[in-house]
């Protein structure tokens, strides 16, 4: 049985400096309306190593507090937030994850393990190929079925259905340690419906009203737009695989799929999502201001992967009958199932992190309006 109790805390350099800075905020309180972070440091004067892993995931990394801090460098002070929480966030993924040993992927082999899995992968899918002793790995097929030429459908779900299962189980664990480790207050159903909102809008991403801040007098709301589109055509590219499970198994109708399919329409339009959504994220990265930066290699090697898989699934479909098609598809194949393999130690896990504290902090909002409404009923003559 999976264990699901929590690591051994760790106090370490990065929380013990955003403690620091967040007590010269909790002083100034200058940057309460600018997201949901300033608010919830009111609630918690004494930080807890939890509460600065909540905050980390609350915080959306607009950048707007830093402009407006008259604290950040080159004051004496040098306050920092986005950078100090995006530091810590990284961490967190690392400290609350399953197996506890898979932190050392979060923090050093992130994209090293990325390559070598799909080198790994498109290595035995074309050797299955080549020993299979029918066609070339370069011949032309087409028709019902043309897929599975490469691989059986038998195989396939085997393979992907174990990874996925895995990727679930060890990213459902991680999200419970951090659900114990930072104890909100009672939750009900319109707390969870709040941060599915807030986190669905991305309303944390608007900077105070004004955009995301890339430098001091550039605000834009193009860092939430690219996120929309990459997490809609996710989206879109899991409900056309969806479709297309349903349309084989229920169906009796195998892949590939017409060009008006219900999967080849909704994979086609989530396959765009997820390279024009990943380019325009990597665009706004290159472009933002250095001083908000941090080492992100996680988030970098998330979106390159992302990217590749979206480009060789549309390649896949437009040359589906020429030489190309068994090629693409084992280095398809290969790319998606090493993103399953890491999907519970990646940037992807950010969602459903940052979700949970969207979560804790509708609760919290409102359990302080509730003592405020006790106190004055309290002192009402």
């Known amino acids: 049985m999976a264990d699901i109790r929590l690591p051994i805390p760790i106090v370490d350099a990065d929380r013990l400096e955003v403690d620091r800075q967040m007590q010269i905020c909790n002083a100034c309180r200058y940057c309460e309306g600018l997201c949901a972070v300033f608010p919830a440091l009111e609630r918690h004067r004494k930080l807890a190593v939890a509460d600065i892993d909540h905050l ?29 929480l995006a530091r810590v966030r990284d961490r967190s993924y690392a400290r609350y994850a399953w197996p506890s040993l898979a932190d050392t992927v979060f923090e050093r082999q992130a994209v090293w393990l990325t390559g070598w899995v799909v080198a790994s992968v498109a290595a035995i899918l074309i050797a299955f190929a080549l020993l299979a002793g029918d066609d070339s790995l370069f011949a032309v097929v087409s028709g019902p079925g043309a897929f599975y030429r490469l691989m059986p459908h038998s195989v396939m779900a085997t393979l992907f259905g174990a990874a996925f299962a895995f990727a679930l189980l060890a990213t459902t664990i991680g999200l419970v340690r951090y659900w114990r480790a930072t104890r909100p ?26 955009g995301c801040a890339t430098f001091e007098d ?70 933002g201001d250095a001083r908000l930066a941090h080492d992100d ?37 290969g790319l998606v199932f090493a993103w399953f393999l890491l999907l519970p130690y990646g940037k992807f896990v950010h969602g459903p992190y940052r979700l949970l504290a969207l979560v804790r902090e509708a609760a919290e909002r409102d359990a302080e309006r509730d003592a405020e409404r006790d106190a004055e009923r309290d002192g009402a003559p």
Do not use: K
């Open 218 to 287: 550039e605000r834009h709301d193009r860092r939430r737009l690219f996120h929309h589109l990459t997490a809609g055509g996710f989206l879109l590219c899991f409900l056309a695989t969806c479709a297309a499970t349903f349309m084989h198994y229920g169906l009796g109708m195998p892949a590939p799929y017409g060009w008006t399919s219900v999967p080849v329409v909704l994979g086609s339009i989530g396959g765009l999502g997820i390279v024009v959504g990943p380019l325009g994220l990597l665009r706004v990265r290159a472009r």
């Open 56 to 84: 980390a995931n609350l915080c959306h990394r607009c950048g707007a507090c830093h402009y407006d801090c008259q604290y950040a460098p080159p004051h004496p002070f040098a306050v920092g937030i986005p950078g100090a």
């Open 297 to 333: 290699r996680l988030g970098a090697a998330f979106l390159w992967t992302l990217l590749a898989i979206g480009g060789t699934g549309l390649a896949l479909l437009i040359l589906r009958e020429t030489v190309l098609m068994q090629p693409l598809l084992a280095v398809h194949l």
């Open 185 to 210: 207050p009672r939750t009900r159903v319109r707390h969870w419906l709040d941060g599915l909102r807030a986190a669905l809008v991305l309303h944390n991403l608007r900077g105070g009203g004004m």
